[in-house]
């Protein structure tokens, strides 16, 4: 007696494993280390997960790759989280992964630590292209959020050290989806703008999520493209992100950015007091300087005039015993040109060295007019100073009543002390 089969075709099989693993494992997380692991041109990545054991295939669509922050590479151990599907055609099953986190080590410090060794392998936080910040900016460009603390503390320094400089602010977002494109835009605004001469990138702490627009790729890129210093002042002082490694200096606070970007006013005017000193000292020598290389330029136009009326005259009586050892008449015509070329040539020579000592002159005799005290006397400024002879500096070294000498472009002023103050009364601007 026979017993009637129940034969499957292939397709029919496999359907029913297809239906059976999918409604069995419609999510799981499985754990495993990633091998052979490839990226291909659409964006999807196919590779292995593996025990000592066992393996399965996985495949991570491009849509999904997207979400993980970090690069997934073989030998890394890794969580993932998926279903389980039957791909008809070969016969396999795979694991279609959702998520993928690294075992251990959280997902954003992996990505950041991955993210600054290929960026420090290019070079990117070499110290050779870091550039020194300018010592008297004229106008700052910062890029941050116009509503958090960061710029407030950043306008409150600048505007107590030295408020009349000028102020660009490249507004974005500093958290969330899309800050990292709207930070590394705003450096870009700020350098196609022209005439920025430093850049702040601020925002103030937080967690490694909240910073992490600052860890990313874009950024780095922007700020090492950027043609003018950029100062990265994000987050509190122990925290690090890689715009930190990639800027030209970083600052522990966007407060501490503006200190180190803006110098103090009062600084500044002691600078150029010492400036004026020494150009005071030293206004004279030049004058000297200038007199000894005008002799030393004449002596030596002398001796060229001299030496070189020498070779002509004995050019000359070379000439002269050839004519009348050969005296033909054509010959006495070609050696009369010559000799008169030869006198041109001196005498143009001659001209032309006068003309660059001259010159040499006149360019020394602007310099030194350059440098004189009285010209800074003939913009409308003054030289006060007492009747012996000091120079006042500030109302602490006179009286009500003393004597004052004023020293102007032209001729002087003798006046009195009738009042003192410690402070000018005009507005500060």
Not at 285 to 292: K, M, N, Q, S, V
Not at 345 to 352: Q, S
């Amino acid at each position: 007696m026979s017993t009637a089969r129940a034969v499957l075709s292939v397709s029919e099989l496999t359907r029913r494993l297809q239906e059976t693993l999918e409604d069995r494992f419609p999510a799981v997380w499985v754990e495993g280390e990633i091998s052979n692991f490839r990226l291909y041109r659409s964006g999807h990545a196919y590779f292995t997960l593996k025990d000592a054991e066992s393996q399965i295939r996985a495949v991570l669509f491009r849509n999904r790759g997207r979400r993980i922050k970090f690069e997934p590479a073989d030998g890394l151990h890794v969580i993932a989280f998926g279903s389980i599907e039957v791909y008809p055609q070969r016969g396999e099953y795979q694991m279609v992964i959702e998520l993928l986190e690294p075992r251990g080590l959280g997902a954003l410090q992996l990505a950041f630590d991955q993210l600054k060794a290929r960026l420090s392998g290019e070079g990117l936080f070499d110290q050779a292209r870091k550039r020194e910040l300018p010592r008297f900016p004229r106008k700052i460009g910062v890029v941050t959020s116009t509503g958090g603390a960061a710029i407030r503390d950043i306008l409150r320094v600048i505007g107590r050290r030295f408020g009349e400089l000028h102020i660009v602010i490249a507004p974005c977002r500093v958290q969330g989806d899309g800050a990292a494109a709207e930070i590394a835009q705003g450096v870009r605004d700020l350098n196609a703008l022209g005439g920025v001469d430093v850049i702040i990138v601020a925002r103030g702490g937080g967690s490694l999520e909240d910073l992490w627009a600052f860890n990313e790729e874009p950024v780095a890129r922007a700020i090492a493209a950027s043609k003018v210093p950029v100062v990265s002042a994000v987050g509190h002082e122990v925290d690090y992100t890689i715009a930190d490694f990639v800027a030209d200096l970083r600052a522990p606070t966007p407060s501490a950015a503006a200190e180190l970007v803006v110098r103090e006013k009062q600084a500044v005017v002691d600078t150029l007091g010492q400036l004026r000193a020494r150009l005071e000292r030293f206004a004279a020598r030049p004058l000297r300087d200038l007199e000894r290389r005008v002799d030393e330029l004449t002596a030596r136009l002398r001796r060229e005039m001299r030496n070189e009326l020498g070779r002509a005259h004995h050019r000359v009586a070379l000439a002269t015993r050839a004519l009348r050892a050969s005296d033909p008449v054509a010959r006495v015509a070609r050696d009369r040109h010559r000799l008169e070329n030869l006198q041109s040539r001196m005498i143009t020579l001659l001209h032309r060295r006068r003309d660059r000592a001259r010159y040499a002159l006149q360019t020394a005799a602007g310099r030194l007019d350059s440098l004189s005290p009285l010209a800074v006397l003939g913009r409308g400024y003054s030289l006060t100073r007492t009747l012996t002879g000091d120079i006042v500096h500030g109302p602490a070294q006179v009286r009500v009543g003393d004597a004052i000498r004023v020293l102007l472009q032209r001729g002087s002023l003798d006046a009195r002390v009738t009042q003192t103050k410690e402070q000018d009364d005009r507005p500060q601007v």
